[in-house]
């Protein structure tokens, strides 16, 4: 193999999955892979040599810090280690690789030099915490960290105000109840939603409800590592009028909400179709209800 004009050895690049709370989790495949490196990249070094203590190995191989602060400036080191033909293994604290943590940049750089890569797939707390929260799971989108930053926060929350699919949301704890309030301000505070905590830990901890009762729970704070789930709209029409009396009395909740935008100054159509949005029923008919609601009256 050649990169930028250099004949290449075999390297491997390795990201492999640590646990994500609970150390039985570490698989033998994980322990296989560690064992064998020539080179290994930690998120954080020291947390890394404690698992390995758990895990009873001792490594020969080097540990190099590879963090958010340093990962540009370490790709060429650990690119060079694979060109020489070294195997190295990438893991991150928790869970796996590249997934809201170091090894994007590096696996696509690898690539590139027709380096081979492969994966030792293990914990997740995307995939954890989505079967856990008992939203649908047949259609998901994973969206991480939002920016630190109210406005921007806001911004992407909003963009994903009529996403369909379930999502999945990393946060620091203590900008928890941050999230939930704008969650709840772009989403409604309606919207079935779980947060699961210390995910595989003694202390394992889910709260499922709407984004309004889950906030009131966070209100005097979280404590631990958290992944929000967050339930998409219903397509159009999935909320038929009339099916049941817990329909019906939805329905009339949400035509409530839209005469209360209409009697602050909204005009019916911008009303409907922000209660729509919200909700996932359908505009049309909501836009109806108001009309014949107001010709009534």
């Known amino acids: 193999m050649r990169w930028k004009g250099v004949d290449m050895a075999e390297g491997l690049l390795v990201l492999a999955a640590t646990p994500i709370g609970d150390q039985q989790d570490a698989s033998p495949a994980l322990i296989k892979a560690l064992s064998g490196a020539d080179l290994i990249a930690a998120e954080d070094t020291r947390r890394f040599r404690r698992l390995s203590q758990r895990l009873g190995l001792t490594l020969d191989a080097p540990v190099m810090s590879y963090f958010e602060a340093n990962e540009v400036a370490r790709e060429a080191n650990l690119l060079q280690a694979l ?53 649908p799971v047949d259609r998901f989108c994973f969206e991480g960290f939002l920016p ?37 301000e772009a989403f409604g505070p309606d919207r079935p939603m779980a947060l699961c905590r210390e995910l595989t830990k003694v202390h394992e901890e889910v709260i499922r409800g709407s984004v309004a ?12 590592e958290v992944t929000l789930v967050v339930a998409g709209v219903p397509a159009a029409g999935e909320w038929s009028v009339g099916a049941d009396q817990e329909s019906d009395q939805r329905w009339a909740d949400l035509v409530t909400q839209a005469q209360a935008l209409v009697a602050d100054g909204l005009k019916p159509t911008a009303a409907a179709a922000r209660v729509a949005a919200q909700s996932g029923v359908d505009r049309r008919q909501l836009y109806a209800a108001l009309v014949k609601d107001k010709a009534a009256s």
Do not use: N
């Open 213 to 224: 009762e889950v906030a009131a729970w966070a209100a005097d704070g979280v404590r631990g």
């Open 83 to 135: 060109a020489d033909g070294q195997t190295v293994v990438v893991v991150s604290d928790a869970g796996m690789p590249g997934v809201s943590d170091p090894g994007f940049r590096l696996v696509r750089a690898a690539i590139a030099a027709g380096i081979r890569v492969t994966v030792v797939p293990g914990p997740s707390a995307v995939l954890t915490a989505l079967v856990l929260s008992g939203l």
């Open 148 to 184: 630190r930053k109210a406005g921007p926060r806001a911004a992407r929350l909003d963009a994903l105000r009529s996403e369909e699919r379930t999502m999945v949301f990393f946060e620091a704890p203590h900008r928890v109840a941050a999230w939930l309030t704008a969650a709840a």
